[in-house]
């Protein structure tokens, strides 16, 4: 079964340092990820993606690393913004389904 | 701009009650989705759905049924509610799966009492 897992339920980071994200994974069909951020009260927005032919993808403060012989994903954000401060989900499409972790609730103290 | 749009946002329901929220998108997209989110917990898959007329179970779908006679809509119901099934519900869809992204609705926060 394909699963993803977020073992950090939260996290606190200071404004203007980095914040790392990660996600662990197993028997994903494709190497294809997707974060996703979450504000309250509100659905997820897809953030950043990164598939199998990168091991690096990079959008302004948001980078996301892919290790596949350790099967383990990062999302970076540098500098870290209190806008920032959401939960974030990794996720893994595989076949019909998307595969969510349980998400990092992270806290961007100014 | 609609995107995905869910109906209704907020609903308390009695055990017992039964009750569909709806979910419609605009975009044209085969595929279409219902998550939950507990406090605390990930999404957890309800059920989806690949095309019009065809549906299948995802990780959680005891008391939910739906249906897809349109692409656009995709309907949840929920059959003699259960304080279990208090949560938020989320409807999603893409147009491409595997490397797609999804979009989702804004929520219908469920509270069964």
């Known amino acids: 079964d394909q699963q993803v897992k977020q073992n950090s339920p939260s996290l606190s980071v200071q404004e203007g340092r980095i914040s790392i994200l990660n996600c662990d994974y197993t028997?994903?069909?494709?190497?294809?990820f997707l974060w996703y951020k979450k504000y309250p009260a509100e659905g997820p927005t897809f953030l950043i993606s990164i598939s199998s032919i990168k091991d690096k993808n990079e959008d302004g403060r948001f980078t996301v690393f892919l290790n596949k012989s350790a099967k383990h994903l990062s999302l970076h954000i540098v500098p870290s913004q209190p806008g920032d401060s959401a939960v974030y989900f990794c996720a893994d499409p595989g076949g019909n389904q998307f595969y969510f972790g349980t998400g990092t609730s992270l806290t961007v103290i100014p | 701009n609609a995107g995905v749009t869910q109906t209704p946002k907020f609903r308390i329901l009695k055990i017992g009650q039964s009750m569909t929220l709806q979910c419609a998108q605009d975009?044209?997209?085969?595929?279409m989705y219902w998550y939950r989110q507990d406090p605390g917990m990930g999404l957890k898959l309800i059920y989806y759905s690949v095309g019009a007329g065809i549906t299948d179970k995802g990780e959680v779908p005891n008391g939910y049924n739906v249906s897809r006679s349109t692409t656009e809509d995709f309907p949840l119901r929920l059959e003699l509610a259960a304080p279990s099934q208090t949560s938020v519900y989320f409807c999603?869809?893409?147009?491409?799966?595997?490397?797609?992204?999804?979009?989702f609705g804004e929520g219908s926060r469920l509270t069964v009492l």
């Open positions: 975009m044209n997209h085969n595929y």
């Open positions: 999603a869809s893409t147009g491409t799966i595997n490397t797609g992204e999804l979009f």
């Open positions: 028997n994903s069909m494709f190497d294809y």
